[in-house]
């Protein structure tokens, strides 16, 4: 029996449309089906496979994870009785925990994949892994750090709040990466003491869970200077023999700029001289490099600094906070306020805020000839049969001439060894080595004992590592933070690669 229909109404048109928009409906469905099931199987197959959220990677935090061991094969951390267990408290900033309750952080959670054997470098391999019997194939990490320099920034940093990096400039191997206060990972890894240790880390006003070198945020003072003179000298607003003549008689009365008196009162000795570009660096005057800045303008300097790492994170094996020049918004003048907040903001002060790890760098192209490259803690990964995979240097990003870098550099040489610059770097030199370098206080105002800075490198003519050591309160570089880096530095070129 037909089914009934309006007089003089033809109802096969409209059923047919109806077929047509019907079968297009799950052609599109069907297609979608197929693209989602390809993306998920194809494209995101190796990161659901390696995620650790993943069910089966959850499983296996209670399996046996790779060694971490540092350079010359020390285990820094194992699996013993289904628990990780870390030797050196000093290297949790570095290596983070692998904890039931609150997963991974650090080494442990960038590498977790490898540590665990979900991943082997070998895309064909890992592809093939789901259909193979023992998926998981645990490998361990050789890191580039030394545990015997690590331990000796932290002895030397002591109960104070600070952070010391030092890596090779050559190839961004990271050499120490030291954060005071640290914290116990065994205890966030016994299921028994997690909760209350964490708890407790959280609470304390110290931040020990804080990865200084590469999440502290500081003002930086004048270790700052090297950014803004290279900046100036690669843009051409000064030469290594460029004076103000202003400027002596400013050091009494201040350099005034938009209504705002730059004051530079700590190297009164240099009288009547007007500082040329070495001499400033040496007694590192203010003045000049708030000079130095204004002339150079506020886009030239911002653009500098993002050249050289600023405004974004920096790509690393540990998450990175972002080093800011200013915190306005980039334009034709940088995003600086006014003219007094650039000036400021030349010699390190205003709204410049740096993670030490980024100093590092830069000193480190310094260091380099004006190459940075890619800062790296893991040297190998060791596969379960002793395979070892290499990781090679990258080169990061340049940021300066042949011409500039020859010019900072021996600014820096002067600042620790010259006849001013031994008044305020001298501890830093290493005997017997040419020695380069800036120290640095920064003001944080009334009340307050500036922070203790400095970065440098040894031996000058040929670096083999570069240091940025930061002392929270510490007073003038010269008090702390010098004489810590010359230790570290003297350490390690004459007790480990001389010994």
């Not at 080494?107 to 665990?116: F, H, N, P, R, V």
């Not at 952070?163 to 990466?177: H, K, T, Y």
Request: charge should be negative; aromatic fraction near 8%; hydrophobic fraction near 45%.
């Amino acid at each position: 029996m037909s089914a009934p229909t309006r007089p003089g109404f033809d109802a096969s048109p409209a059923i047919g449309r109806t077929v047509v928009r019907l079968g297009l409906a799950i052609v599109v469905l069907y297609a979608g089906l197929g693209l989602g099931i390809g993306y998920w199987q194809v494209v995101e197959a190796d990161a659901l496979t390696t995620d650790p959220l993943n069910p089966l990677v959850l499983q296996e935090r209670e399996a046996p994870r790779g060694r971490i061991l540092d350079a010359r094969g020390k285990v820094l951390a194992d699996t013993r009785d289904g628990r990780r267990v870390y030797s050196d408290v000093n290297m949790a900033n570095v290596i983070g925990y692998a904890s039931r309750r609150f997963g991974t952080a650090g080494l442990e959670q960038t590498y977790d994949a490898e540590l665990i054997g979900l991943a082997s470098g070998s895309p064909t391999g890992d592809l093939l892994r789901k259909f193979q019997r023992e998926r998981f194939r645990p490998q361990s990490l050789h890191l580039s750090i030394d545990v015997r320099l690590q331990d000796l920034g932290a002895e030397l940093l002591g109960e104070q709040r600070g952070a010391i990096v030092a890596l090779e400039p050559a190839s961004g191997r990271i050499l120490a990466f030291v954060s005071t206060p640290t914290y116990d990972p065994n205890a966030i890894a016994d299921p028994a003491l997690a909760n209350e240790t964490m708890a407790d880390l959280r609470d304390d006003p110290a931040a020990p869970l804080l990865d200084r070198p590469a999440q502290g945020r500081y003002v930086p003072g004048s270790v700052f200077k090297l950014v803004t003179g290279m900046a100036a000298l690669e843009a051409g607003a000064v030469m290594a023999e460029t004076t103000y003549p202003d400027q002596p008689a400013e050091e009494e009365d201040g350099y005034l700029v938009g209504g705002f008196r730059v004051q530079d009162g700590h190297h009164l000795f240099t009288g009547s001289t007007a500082l040329d570009f070495f001499e400033a660096i040496e007694v590192s005057c203010n003045i000049y490099f708030a000079r130095t800045a204004v002339e150079l303008g506020g886009g030239p300097l911002r653009g500098f600094a993002a050249g050289a790492g600023f405004d974004a994170p920096i790509p690393f094996e540990l998450p990175t906070a972002v080093s800011q020049v200013t915190g306005g918004e980039f334009g034709a003048d940088g995003g600086f306020v006014d003219v007094v907040e650039l000036a400021n903001a030349g010699y390190g002060q205003a709204e410049v805020l740096v993670t030490p790890l980024q100093m590092a760098l830069v000193t480190a192209a310094v260091a380099n000839g004006g190459t940075i490259m890619r800062p790296r803690f893991v040297d190998a990964i060791e596969s379960a049969d002793g395979t070892r995979r290499a990781l090679g240097t990258q080169t990061w990003r340049r940021i300066a001439s042949a011409s500039t870098i020859s010019v900072m550099r021996d600014a820096m040489v002067r600042a620790v060894e010259g006849r001013w610059g031994r008044l305020f770097a001298g501890d830093a030199k290493v005997k017997d080595m040419t020695t380069a370098g800036k120290s640095g206080s920064a003001e944080l105002g009334p009340g307050q004992r500036p922070h203790s800075w400095f970065v440098g490198f040894a031996p000058a003519e040929d670096p083999k590592i570069v240091v940025a050591v930061i002392v929270e309160h510490g007073g003038r570089g010269a008090v702390r933070a010098v004489p810590l880096a010359g230790e570290l530095m003297t350490y390690y070129l004459t007790k480990i690669l001389g010994g």
